[in-house]
């Protein structure tokens, strides 16, 4: 009986001892190192500081400022997104109005707002105090990329189906609404052969002539059918194809990564302006498929968004669609005078918010993707409708969906929760819109830089080559920095491979021997071409020369053409040539440039700027070539003119 005491007594000492031990080795992590949090849950006990109640105004914020000036209002430890480089969640731009909400409610609905997580961590072991944190983890990200990646191939297939469906059915009428001229592209292109299609996903030029005897007579047919539709819908310039315009077809791909993403084709001599075919997706009426008997597999279905994607997890919250009567609530419908703010000129969205909030007594949180363009869009077109501020109005007659669809385009969600007198706003597509977002700092770079010391090549080149709408949606959006469209002139994918080098391999570029493409994986480098090719960088744009040109400036852009083509189509695809080649930068002093306002201009002598080509050096069947890449048509350091003019005047009294 002692000997078992003993026993249990020693297993006991060594399981509390193991414990400790366990206890006393736990590492607490950095704020700034990646965490894997738990979520908080109602059934832990209770902070007693979240019940404090916050009254807050942010205006327009980033998502980081929001929560730090929370921080200092509470006295709480909050933390935004999972380290401070974690710009894709500390970057979320939002508008935050709350009149004596708890702080828990707060931060909770803030995550809602911005789709991330609220969490709760212990700060040490023998300390009760939790920190807080507002992130997405590593898996949530790796879930928005996965769908929004499975989204576009699944466009994609779409457009491959509904091809198919046309080659099928087009010719015979069957497909009501689909032009005559779409079922010869498709033929056109079927006419390729096995694996035509895979080529042109892969982002290759597919080039026909009257040579290929057996779609002369498509070609033929495509030139003619294009122009008795553009006769239909009142062109009467409508060109005759003539058999210069049948000689040459170039197929290339284009696929557009939205809503209505499709296949575009050019085909037309070099020398003059290509005419286009673009098939969008959608085109094909699928129930008028099944009406009439065709069959087809089944169309290839669209990815469901990740988990929580959609949902809104803050309980009480009904979501107001369009012509809901849910805006029919009271709190929704109870009339105010909403007053313009003062000292305003042209109201923002965050000025809206702000001012609804104030007139109607209700606590605002929404993402805010629209405030950072200003009052107008680029097409100078109002953010907000005219006649948004006045009296007897309503939240309901302001924050409608439909009515900020159809004013700016805000696209806004709102969620509305009664008993806290809450509307919570969701920008509607928001995975596009995050991934598309520009890190605040670059922007900010951009912005001081142009007033100070310039904006220098590598910026430019990293704003200009920004992917998907981020550069029409964050740095077009700010007028100091639209001068920047019309530098994108040219494109080119060396230009953004260039701009994915590290900085020692860009300085390589600028020395004598230049960078050699031999020290990059040949996969890597050949893909990185196929996939910029898909979005056309690769492919030089022709010229419509006027009636007068003479025959020596036509042949001589035919030649460069033609150089062009070389590499686009060959040298760009084949890794033994690209083992080959050298890029170097060529600084040039500059002499002229491009000013939105006033066209090409001579520069002032008191300016010392430069403008930047690449040179590609390689050899092609046993020879070797250079193609010299123009860069952005621009003269660098690019300053504001108020910047160039103290540099000016300064120089001047020297």
């Known amino acids: 009986m002692r000997k078992c005491l003993l026993a249990v007594l020693l297993i006991t000492i060594l399981v509390s001892f193991t414990s400790l031990s366990f206890a006393q080795n736990k590492i607490t992590t950095d704020p700034n190192t990646v965490v894997t949090p738990t979520e908080a849950k109602d059934s832990e006990k209770p902070d007693l500081r979240l019940a404090q109640e916050i009254t807050y105004d942010s205006g327009y914020k980033r998502l980081h400022t929001v929560i730090d000036d929370i921080c200092q209002l509470s006295g709480v430890n909050i933390q935004s997104g999972r380290n401070k480089d974690d710009w894709r969640v500390r970057d979320i731009p939002v508008v935050v109005y709350v009149k004596d909400m708890p702080l828990g ?132 310039d409508a060109r005759t194809p003539t ?239 639209r001068f920047l469209e019309k530098a994108c002139y040219g494109k080119n994918a060396m230009w953004l491979l260039y701009d994915a080098l590290a900085p020692a391999d860009k300085l390589q570029t600028q020395s004598i021997d230049g960078l050699s493409l031999a020290k990059f994986d040949k996969g890597w480098v050949t893909s990185f071409f196929i996939d910029q090719n898909k979005r056309q960088y690769l492919q030089p744009e022709s010229p419509t020369f006027p009636e007068e040109s003479s025959t020596e400036v036509i042949e001589s852009w035919n030649r460069a053409m033609q150089k062009y083509m070389d590499f686009n189509e060959r040298a760009a695809f084949d890794p033994a040539i690209i083992s080959t080649m050298v890029i170097h930068l060529k600084k040039l002093p500059a002499k002229y440039r491009y000013t939105p306002n006033r066209g090409n201009e001579s520069i002032p002598p008191q300016m010392k700027l430069s403008s930047y080509n690449l040179v590609i050096d390689y050899k092609m069947d046993g020879e070797k070539k250079e193609i010299e890449i123009g860069g952005p048509c621009l003269a660098f350091p690019v300053m504001s003119p108020e910047r160039e003019a103290e540099i000016i005047k300064a120089a001047k009294e020297k």
Not at 361 to 374: K, L, M, W
Not at 463 to 479: K, M, R, T, V
């Open 105 to 236: 409610k707060l931060l909770k609905v803030i995550a809602e707002a911005t789709h991330t997580r609220f969490v709760s961590e212990k700060i040490k072991k023998d300390n009760p105090t939790k920190k807080y944190r507002i992130f997405r983890t590593l898996s949530d990200d790796a879930a928005i990329d996965d769908y929004l990646n499975s989204q576009k191939k699944a466009r994609i297939a779409q457009v491959k189906w509904e091809w198919d469906a046309i080659v099928a059915y087009g010719k015979s009428n069957a497909l009501p609404g689909v032009p005559l001229s779409a079922w010869f592209a498709a033929k056109l292109a079927d006419s390729f052969g096995p694996g035509a299609w895979d080529r042109l996903l892969k982002g290759e030029t597919l080039r026909l002539t009257v040579k290929d005897s057996a779609a002369e007579q498509l070609i033929k047919d495509l030139y003619q059918e294009t122009r008795n539709e553009e006769i239909a819908k009142g062109r009467t």
């Open 243 to 481: 058999t210069e315009d049948i000689e040459y077809a170039v197929f290339k791909t284009k696929f557009r990564d939205d809503f209505s993403a499709g296949l575009d084709m050019n085909f037309g001599p070099v020398r003059m302006e290509q005419r286009g075919f673009a098939f969008q997706r959608n085109l094909v009426d699928v129930y008028l498929l099944k009406k009439n008997g065709l069959k087809l597999p089944p169309n290839p279905e669209m990815p469901k968004p990740p988990d929580r994607a959609e949902e809104m997890r803050y309980t009480g919250t009904v979501r107001l669609m369009m012509y809901d009567k849910e805006w029919n609530r009271p709190l929704l419908t109870a009339k105010f005078d909403l007053e313009k703010p003062k000292d305003i000129k042209d109201p923002t969205f965050a000025d809206l918010i702000r001012a609804i909030a104030q007139a109607s007594g209700c606590n605002i949180v929404t993402e805010d993707f629209s405030t950072h363009r200003g009052a107008k869009t680029s097409w100078d077109t109002p953010i907000l409708p005219e006649d948004i501020f006045k009296k007897g109005t309503s939240i309901s007659d302001t924050l409608k969906y439909k009515k900020i669809r159809n004013n700016g385009n805000l696209g806004i969600v709102w969620f509305f929760n009664e008993s806290d007198k809450l509307m919570i706003g969701l920008k509607s597509g928001w995975l596009e819109a995050h991934r598309n977002l520009v890190p605040e700092s670059f922007v900010n770079r951009l912005r001081e830089n142009y007033k100070t010391t310039g904006i220098e090549l590598d910026d430019a080149i990293h704003a200009i080559y920004l992917p998907g709408l981020s550069f029409s949606d964050w740095i077009l959006a700010y007028e100091d920095l």
